[in-house]
């Protein structure tokens, strides 16, 4: 096997392990320069992707370490695109969890009234301490 069948546009690839609707938004988010790959810093889409290489990126509001396993053949269901990485990334709270606990700390009981001046502050405080 020669290393350019072993090897696959990092664009379609990313489009095939799923990351990306279209390989048109993966070819743009490539050349945005916010990818790394093995810690390097790049963009342009047609970089070769190949199995044990470690690609870092930002969907969303998340930060995503992949390790490439394995090359696809096509876009094919979500069960064969998880065979195609290992997820690196570290747990960390998104940014919807965050709001789901404050949206839980600041909740008052309804007819309670408006929070005074001084409920406020410790609001503010406790907050503050998170």
Do not use: C
Request: aromatic share 6%; charged share 35%.
């Amino acid at each position: 096997m020669t290393e350019d069948a072993r090897a696959l546009r990092l664009d379609k690839w990313l489009w095939y392990a799923r990351f990306f609707k279209t390989r048109a938004n993966a070819t743009r988010a490539i050349s945005s320069g916010r990818f790394r790959l093995d810690g390097e810093v790049m963009s342009k889409p047609h970089r070769a992707a190949v199995p044990g290489q470690v690609l870092t990126f930002l969907q969303g509001d998340r930060v995503r370490v992949i390790r490439i396993v394995e090359l696809g053949t096509r876009r094919g269901p979500a069960s064969e695109a998880i065979e195609l990485y290992e997820d690196l990334s570290p747990a960390a709270e998104t940014r919807r969890e965050t709001a789901a606990t404050a949206r839980e700390f600041e909740s008052r009981d309804a007819g309670a009234g408006r929070p005074t001046k001084r409920d406020r502050r410790v609001t503010q405080q406790l907050k503050d301490t998170l």
